[in-house]
């Protein structure tokens, strides 16, 4: 097997050496390796290879342990799900479960799953494979860095194999959005048991999952590898290999698409759509199922006062600082959830933008410095990058007596230095996974501080969180959900700043690509005329 990826990895480095990629601004370690291939040869595989550039590496790619988008892009074209979203919507459908049934009492899930299913590594998928992936996301054995092992399987008490095809799992208590949960690019993609066994219960550089592409290689800072598995279950890929290449510059990305060394690129901005058009490429646009905001750290001073929080977010004129980053490709937020979720409600209104009461009340409160933590790469919400909006924000601090440093990181780091908890104001976002309400309000439930940055801890918050898991869908729900916003608003936990237009740049002769809703991209149908 690494005899053949090695073959694959040298072929493809041709790819890359004539379509130019490999000299985009850095260095490509194989990229001179085939340099006497020849010309008609490279030129097929070039044709039969979709390139992706985006801003960074992966966090990594075991569906387990990473929470980012990058590494979610990567994920979905290697792993699946015992359910799936359809191709516009997060409507469920099955996946590597072909139906199930539910309890009356909504405690009790059964799935039977699809026959003659393999891992990618020739493992039989099946009930008992199912219950390790979950299992090991489940007390004792999920550890801190499952990082959205809560989100999926929280509710979960145990799974039991039926037989070889049907598997059940059991909850505590009834979860409306647990068939949601299952189709999630994190915590929910199946893994093969025998990869878990062999790489220490981490497959994050090893990935084996049952979709439409394998994993070849990971070089990092330049690109992961994959190619398509001919002995997929379904309708095998279109295109041979996919290249996810990674250029942290957003103009360098633009370049790479322009001169046709990258296929289609993410992380855009408003300031390169017209390069791109003119160019005789194409941009790709949809409502954004996100949110771009500034969380204040609850558990210190000075923002443990709520009227600190409040006075810092009336120093700031988010409609003004959104037209100025992203020039009509984002909307100010009024709201943490998008316009489309359950549970939205126009009547919510954040901290309004009074310079004048922003600057008595930080100096009444001795407020004159503050540290901000940032990150330096685009995100799909905050495509000027984090830098860029950290440094606006620093701007408007300034007009009412207070000074801002600023620490940036690259994403990797920046998620460490999340974690650890030193700042007084960090930049973060989310990009929906499931379309459910509770996937956003949530965020400031967790107890995981990557998760609830704000690391706010609100007893009657946290009941109503609790109370919107068990209640069926519908008016009653959409309450629960409006109240958690006003109590959010009415505390100042986040300055929610803007929900951003999904701009994806492409070659005119790709197509049939699926930039999907919940930030992830499938390529298994994508291909080059």
């Not at 965020?443 to 990557?450: E, G, I, N, V």
Request: glycine share 8%.
């Amino acid at each position: 097997m690494k005899g053949n990826k090695r073959v694959l990895a040298l072929a493809l480095s041709a790819v890359l050496t004539l379509t130019g990629l490999a000299g985009c601004g850095q260095s490509d370690k194989s990229a001179g390796s085939t340099a006497g291939a020849s010309g008609g040869g490279a030129k097929s595989r070039a044709q039969d290879t979709i390139i992706y550039a985006q801003g960074a590496d992966p966090r990594g790619l075991d569906p387990a342990l990473v929470d980012d988008g990058e590494s979610g892009k990567v994920i979905v074209n290697i792993y699946e799900g015992l359910l799936k979203y359809s191709k516009d919507s997060t409507q469920i459908e099955p996946s590597l479960a072909e139906k199930w049934d539910i309890s009356d009492d909504g405690l009790t899930y059964t799935f039977y799953l699809r026959k003659g299913v393999k891992f990618q590594d020739g493992t039989d998928f099946n009930a008992e494979a199912v219950k390790i992936n979950i299992d090991r996301q489940l007390p004792p054995k999920v550890t801190e860095d499952m990082v959205y092992a809560g989100f999926v399987f929280g509710s979960v008490k145990n799974v039991e194999v039926v037989d070889d095809l049907t598997v059940k799992i059991n909850l505590t208590a009834p979860s409306t959005p647990f068939l949601n949960n299952l189709a999630m690019c994190m915590g929910a993609p199946m893994i093969s048991p025998k990869a878990l066994e062999e790489n220490g219960n981490n497959v994050n550089e090893h990935p084996v999952g049952t979709g439409p592409y394998t994993f070849v290689s990971w070089t990092k800072g330049q690109n992961i590898v994959l190619k398509r598995n001919d002995n997929y279950w379904g309708e095998k890929a279109v295109t041979t290999n996919v290249i996810f290449k990674f250029i942290p510059d957003n103009s360098a990305r633009v370049v790479a698409l322009n001169n046709g060394e990258a296929d289609i690129i993410d992380g855009i901005d408003a300031t390169v759509v017209q390069q791109i058009e003119g160019s005789g490429n194409k941009i790709y646009k949809a409502q954004g199922m996100n949110i771009n905001y500034l969380a204040y750290n609850t558990t210190r001073a000075p923002f443990n006062d709520v009227k600190v929080r409040t006075a810092i977010s009336q120093a700031i004129n988010v409609p003004e600082l959104v037209q100025s980053l992203y020039q009509g490709y984002a909307e100010p937020a009024t709201s943490v959830l998008p316009t489309f979720i359950p549970g939205y409600d126009a009547s919510i209104a954040q901290v309004a933008f009074d310079q004048a009461a922003a600057k008595a009340a930080l100096a009444g409160a001795g407020v004159s410095k503050l540290h901000i933590i940032t990150y330096t790469n685009p995100r799909p919400y905050n495509t000027a990058n984090g830098q860029a909006l950290a440094e606006a924000i620093q701007g408007y601090l300034k007009n009412v007596g207070v000074t801002a440093t600023i620490d940036a990181f690259d994403w990797t780091t920046y998620k460490e230095k999340i974690k650890a908890g030193d700042y007084d104001i960090c930049f973060y976002g989310w990009i929906g996974d499931n379309g459910d309400p509770d996937n956003f309000m949530n965020l400031m439930a967790d107890k995981d501080p990557r998760m609830n940055v704000a690391r706010y801890d609100n007893a009657a918050y946290k009941e109503l969180i609790a109370k919107g898991l068990t209640v069926p869908n519908g008016d009653e729900r959409n309450k629960i959900y409006t109240d958690l916003e006003k109590l959010a608003a009415k505390e100042a936990v986040w300055l929610p700043i803007s929900h951003a237009t999904t701009l994806v740049g492409y070659r005119s002769n790709v197509k049939d690509f699926n930039y999907h809703t919940t930030g992830v991209i499938f390529l298994s149908e994508a291909s080059k005329d």
